[in-house]
């Protein structure tokens, strides 16, 4: 009988600790996180957004790696924006 009892506290103990786990990951998901420090979801950017993150490339130094990480840019998004509208590139 004891034994059952510790079975069925375990048992409860167990799925509390799931529900709490399920609970915290819907949480960091809606946050838009993936891992910690590491954001999955990225926001859509205006057309005026993009050309002063453009500008603000070019005139920065960084790696375009390392820009579109400090700004949580996508990589395509910057490169688009770099594209002159003719299609060919704009150059530094």
Known sequence: MASEKRLRIK??????????CANAGDLLLKLGMTEIGEVG???????????RLVRE???SG????EFCQKHNL????L???LKAP???RRTK
């Open 86 to 88: 003719d299609g060919s």
């Open 41 to 51: 979801v990225r926001k859509r950017r205006r057309r005026q957004e993009i050309k």
């Open 79 to 81: 490169q688009r924006g």
């Open 57 to 59: 490339f070019e005139t």
């Open 62 to 65: 960084l790696r375009r790696s």
């Open 74 to 77: 996508a990589p395509g998004t």
């Open 11 to 20: 048992t409860l103990v167990m799925v509390l600790a799931m529900v709490v």
